[in-house]
């Protein structure tokens, strides 16, 4: 008598468990935007185990930004996968993966995971494994290989070499074992306590040149501090645009009077006179 209650308890148990799961039919339109938002925000923080939760009682896994601003024709609302990637997510990652979501082709998520300090190589192979293109280039020429050599990456360029991922540098193809060579040295050249620094100001002027292996950047704020950047690759951010007159880069008056930040790390190289000089490496810009 005792196993035939305990049996039924269990089976209770069960079946009441899997009667609370519900099924995105089973939600009202305003309760499926409320736990899809709810969603999505728990996979930008990182929550893989709210995230599982909201998804089996009804969240659609391919949520997206609810507070997107449709009105930017190069981009569409981001996906809950495509912020956690972004932001160096694994476990959350996997389980987005595990529940049904779909890697977005003609997306930068994995670019902007190479912007983080140590991005996980297994969020890089789960996303090739789903589909991902790792040979994919972004709005800026770029692909993962040139912004993970960039920044110092080794593993992951490592790995990008081996599956055949392009290297370009100004438009000229470099092999896999010039990405590793230009990754270590990039490492050596982090900060010495490992971390980003920024320089944010208020834009006035500045000078956009070519320099050796990249270009360089100089940029005034208003108090008149100005801070000088090089960059393997055109900056990111519109400061300078082509004079139709000189055909040289001018201040971009769009830009005049906004407030900035550039994110960099300090390093230093050899100058031409063999003199180690101190540079700060342009890693990323934004501006209001």
């Known amino acids: 008598m005792i196993r035939k209650i305990t049996g039924f308890l269990l089976f209770f148990v069960l079946f009441s468990a899997s009667a609370c799961k519900k099924s995105p039919a089973d939600l009202s339109e305003a309760e499926r935007k409320s736990i899809n938002a709810e969603m999505f925000k728990a996979a930008k923080s990182g929550n893989h185990d709210k995230v599982k939760e909201l998804i089996d009682n009804g969240a659609d896994p391919e949520s997206t930004d609810p507070e997107w601003d449709e009105s930017n024709p190069d981009y569409s609302a981001p996906s809950a996968l ?14 987005l993966f595990e529940k049904g979501a779909k890697f977005p082709q003609s997306t930068e998520c994995l670019h902007n995971l190479m912007m983080t300090e140590n991005p996980d190589i ?36 490592k790995y990008l070499s081996s599956k055949g991922v392009p290297y370009t540098l100004e438009g000229k193809k470099l092999s896999g074992n010039q990405a590793i060579a230009d990754a270590q040295k990039a490492a050596s050249e982090k900060s010495s306590d490992g971390s980003d620094k920024s320089f944010t100001g208020t834009f006035t002027s500045g000078t956009l040149g070519f320099e050796g292996s990249g270009y360089y950047i100089i940029l005034k704020d208003t108090s008149g501090s100005s801070m000088k950047f090089k960059s393997e690759s055109k900056p990111d951010i519109d400061f300078f645009i082509t004079s139709e007159e000189t055909g040289m880069p001018t201040e971009n008056p769009a830009l005049i009077g906004k407030k900035f930040t550039i994110t960099y790390t300090e390093g230093s190289e050899t100058d031409e006179k063999g003199d180690n000089v101190k540079i700060n490496k342009y890693i990323k810009g934004k501006s209001e």
């Open 122 to 157: 297994n969020i890089v192979k789960l996303a090739e494994s789903n589909g991902a293109d790792l040979k994919y280039v972004d709005l800026g020429g770029d692909t993962i290989m040139n912004l993970a050599a960039a920044r110092g990456h080794v593993e992951i360029v």
């Open 82 to 95: 495509q912020v956690a990637i972004a932001a160096n997510h694994f476990e959350t990652v996997k389980v």
